[in-house]
């Protein structure tokens, strides 16, 4: 029951999105409903009126009888109106809220999520679970609304013919309610299936899109092809099973329906027989009625399985997202007095395989530190933790005192950025990239732009020229510089540097090196693989590390006098 209780409170937002100041748009479809339900129901007892006109039994004329049909043609004309005004509004609407909010969450989540989650959730959620959930919840939602309405109206009229022979067929409806409810949950489960099948669909189309280039110089096409057809066939398996689940659903119902209409008829006809004050009027409406007692029965079923398959999409999402997120502790100002504390830091992330053990780091502020050492030797996991990656580490980070635990990470972000190796450029301007899209005066995009070296980029290509897809447009050394502007331009007094000339040669990687090295003012933290001499005397303090474990610490020089890792690395490295 708790497990129940809490899944609905995680998917109650997502469903109030839907929703959400469109509630005009869905009352005005439930009137359009009703205009039009009405309209059957006056339909179905002109037939009666009719029938029992020709058996003598009618006590309207013919005249009026043409005005009332006339009545019910103008209501359905009304409920069209209606509906083709509101109906796509409420639709678009509440999509449109919902996609909004479900990215909005997303953004919510810490720096590190998409590390250790599956981004193609996320993408299946915002592509076909969405159209899952707009064509199998909402798009049904006013049909059934009508269909309920019109159940509600006939029953009424039904009693008011013969309450015996309604009494007859609520026992008759039984059948297809039973059904409607023991396959609804079968289609559910089989929605989610296909589901979980297409996002492990879009993942491996990821993943074969994005390493394109190594397939293609691995020659691993047939591989490639042969992972896409396991994936292709298991989307398609899915698909095949909620076909014929939605079949059988299908089937099951109309069969079901087929024995209350028929068997409320026999039994009509057997009572107007019998003289039981059923008139041919009576047996021929309830025929038409049974239509309307059956439309519930046949579409609960289809909306019922379509709405439990949206909620499983939306508690899958709402699930993943709960995960995470960026908490909210003790704002910290944007500013770097003191500086950075590292103490008896120990960190793991598997259980018993520990990457760093007690790391101590003094990093005070203006000052400008390199971490050096081999490949696996925790340089990267440092930044990440500084960058508040992860809660679960042993030992102290301290900004200024605070431990790191306790600070909100948005007034962190405030405080620090970061240049990795792999950056990041949206299909934009150049001016889009460095700004993010954000607005700056014009003094301050050109102050970034010149401590960056991107002035000869923007002198022969323009503010405004594209990029492309992910820059494809531009060389590394450019994609380094434009993450080089992006923190200057944010003003953030301390910059962690994370192996962002790894993929650069040598003169570009002293460029960009450089160019940060000559930024006065902020408290910078650089990990890097390249052992240039006129870099790396330019640092306040090198920290050597080897297997999680700062081994060294100390200036260039002093370093290379002690003759031990450090001085073996570069020796190494400059040999």
Same mark, same amino acid.
């Given at each position: ?10 998917? =109650?937002?997502?469903? =109030? ?9 869905? &009352? ?26 020709? $058996? ?19 209501? %359905? ?41 599956? $981004? ?30 019109? %159940? ?27 059904? $409607? ?60 099973? !909620? ?32 003289? !039981? ?31 439990? #398959? #949206? ?30 504390? &590292? !103490? ?12 760093? =053990? ?5 990093? =005070? ?106 820059? $494809? ?7 380094? !510089? ?27 990687? %002293? ?31 090198? %920290? ?6 700062? #081994? ?24």
């Amino acid at each position: 029951m708790k497990a129940s209780n809490a899944k609905r409170a995680l998917r =109650r937002p997502f469903l =109030r999105e839907l929703f959400r100041d469109n509630k005009f748009n869905l &009352v005005m479809t439930v009137i359009a409903a009703v205009f039009g339900a009405a309209a059957e129901l006056v339909i179905s007892w002109l037939i009666k009126e009719v029938a029992d006109l020709i $058996s003598g039994d009618c006590p309207y004329s013919f005249g009026t009888l043409l005005i009332i049909t006339g009545g019910a043609f103008a209501l %359905f004309g009304l409920g069209w109106i209606l509906d083709r005004t509101f109906l796509s509004e409420f639709r678009a609407k509440a999509i449109k809220q919902y996609r909004e909010y479900v990215f909005d969450r997303i953004l919510e989540k810490g720096i590190q999520a998409f590390s250790g989650e599956n $981004s193609s959730l996320y993408l299946s959620a915002l592509s076909n679970d969405v159209n899952t959930i707009e064509t199998d919840f909402i798009g049904r939602m006013q049909s059934t609304i009508q269909v309920g309405i019109a %159940f509600v109206g006939a029953l009424g009229l039904m009693l008011w013919c013969s309450p015996l022979l309604t009494l007859i067929a609520i026992g008759f409806s039984l059948l297809p309610i039973i059904v $409607s409810v023991v396959l609804g949950n079968k289609a559910a489960i089989a929605e989610k299936k296909v589901s979980d099948q297409k996002e492990s669909y879009t993942g491996m189309l990821k993943d074969a899109l994005t390493g394109f280039s190594v397939i293609k110089s691995f020659k691993a096409e047939k591989n490639i092809a042969a992972l896409h057809e396991s994936s292709n066939e298991g989307v398609a398996a899915a698909s095949k099973n !909620r076909t014929k689940v939605n079949v059988l659903v299908s089937y099951s119902s109309g069969i079901a329906g087929a024995i209350l209409q028929f068997g409320v008829f026999f039994v009509a006809a057997a009572l107007a027989l019998s003289g !039981r004050g059923i008139t041919a009027g009576t047996a021929i409406v309830f025929v038409q009625l049974l239509n309307y007692v059956l439309g519930p029965i046949q579409a609960f079923p289809t909306f019922f399985a379509g709405m439990m #398959s #949206s909620y499983g999409l939306i508690d899958k999402l709402a699930q993943a997202l709960s995960k995470n997120v960026t908490d909210d502790g003790e704002p910290i100002p944007p500013q770097l007095t003191e500086g950075i504390s &590292v !103490r008896d830091l120990r960190f793991a992330y598997e259980e018993g395989r520990p990457v760093l =053990r007690d790391v101590d780091m003094e990093l =005070r502020a203006g000052g400008c530190y390199a971490l050096v050492g081999g490949s696996g030797s925790g340089k990267s996991t440092i930044l990440n933790l500084l960058m508040a990656s992860s809660k679960n580490y042993q030992g102290e980070i301290l900004y200024d005192g605070k431990e790191l635990k306790t600070v909100s990470t948005g007034s962190l972000y405030d405080l620090v950025s970061i240049i990795q190796q792999n950056v990041f450029i949206f299909n934009s301007t150049i001016r889009d990239n460095i700004t993010m899209f954000s607005q700056f005066p014009e003094e301050e995009i050109d102050r970034a732009v010149r401590l960056s070296g991107l002035s000869k980029l923007i002198d022969e290509k323009g503010a405004d020229y594209l990029c492309g897809e992910n820059g $494809s447009g531009l060389s590394g050394g450019e994609r380094q !510089r434009i993450s080089i502007a992006r923190a200057l331009l944010r003003k953030t007094p301390v910059l962690f540097v994370d192996e962002a000339t790894a993929s650069l040669d040598a003169e570009t990687s %002293f460029e960009v090196l450089d160019a940060i090295l000559k930024l006065d003012g902020y408290t910078r933290v650089i990990v890097t693989h390249d052992l240039d001499e006129n870099i790396l005397r330019r640092a306040t303090c090198l %920290f050597a590390l080897k297997n999680g474990v700062v #081994s060294e610490q100390g200036t260039f020089d002093e370093l290379m006098a002690r003759k031990g890792q450090f001085y073996s690395l570069y020796t190494v490295s400059n040999g």
